[in-house]
């Protein structure tokens, strides 16, 4: 994919700072050094992030609590714009905070591709339902247009009765819309996610051979690929979508723990 220098080429410095200013460092470190998403370039290098590994841990398919009130439960979800096969993934994080002892653990991390917006919220209401979650988390404009699809789906109107009949079908699903405009700020954004990490907050079930384990490898990798790459924070793998629902859960978790007034999205809920 990339043409390298040669090596006894007497300009072989120059024309790898030349590429490396062309592509991006974080990507020139990728395809270049042979570092894989692990350079300074990255915020999220494999030494951070193998601090939260747990490898006597393994996901749940669901969790139901035995302690009324210890838990404060999340799911975080980044929403598929695209239907098509091959596009975006439906992407879903759940995790709790233990009140007790103070530790945030991944639940489960899911992905799916090529649903409809209305199979998108009729799985954030399954999600919901399997993980006890207190909270349902997903960017602002993607609670507005998930809202908006669903509604045309049934054939109702904005304010009409079946609108009405639909919101209470929908109604055990408390949703939280969270924006996203400040996604590289260091103090709220993907960045901050960094200082729990540094203070271990996060436990993430890591035994090989256990259910869902191979997205939490995928999860690592997008982690890794993401960093900033000539000024901007983005992801330059092929997905970032389990890192946008990592924070977008986290923010749910802060929300909730905090005991803040939910962000209301039309009718309250999906």
């Known amino acids: 994919m990339w043409s390298l220098p040669c090596e006894e080429c007497s300009e072989q410095s120059g024309c790898l700072v030349a590429k490396r200013k062309e592509v991006g460092p974080l990507m020139f470190d990728q395809e270049f050094l042979t570092t894989p998403r692990s350079s300074a370039s990255s915020i999220f290098p494999r030494e951070r992030t193998k601090k939260m590994l747990r490898a006597d841990l393994s996901f749940l398919t669901s969790f139901t609590p035995d302690q009324p009130g210890r838990f404060a439960i999340v799911n975080g979800w980044d929403i598929a714009w695209s239907e098509r096969t091959g596009g975006d993934y439906l992407a879903k994080i759940s995790t709790y905070y233990d009140r007790a002892t103070r530790k945030r653990r991944f639940l489960d991390i899911s992905r799916w591709q090529a649903l409809t917006f209305r199979q998108q919220v009729e799985l954030i209401r399954q999600e919901h339902r399997l993980y006890s979650a207190n909270l349902s988390v997903i960017e602002e404009a993607g609670a507005q247009s998930v ?33 996203a405009s400040d996604k590289r700020s260091l103090a709220k954004g993907v960045p901050s996610l960094l200082l729990d990490l540094e203070r271990e907050a996060w436990e993430l079930p890591f035994q090989e051979g256990t259910y869902h384990h191979e997205e939490a490898e995928n999860f690592l990798v997008e982690l890794e690929a993401f960093g900033w790459n000539d000024d901007k924070l983005e992801g330059v793998g092929e997905h970032d979508d389990t890192v946008m629902a990592w924070w977008h859960n986290s923010w749910g978790l802060e929300q909730h723990v905090g005991q803040r007034t939910t962000m209301s999205v039309p009718g309250g809920q999906i």
Do not use: F, I, Y
């Open 147 to 179: 809202w908006t699809q669903e509604v045309k789906a049934t054939g109702a109107e904005v304010h009409d009765e079946r609108t009405a009949e639909l919101m209470a079908a929908l109604s055990e699903v408390k949703v939280l819309g969270h924006e």
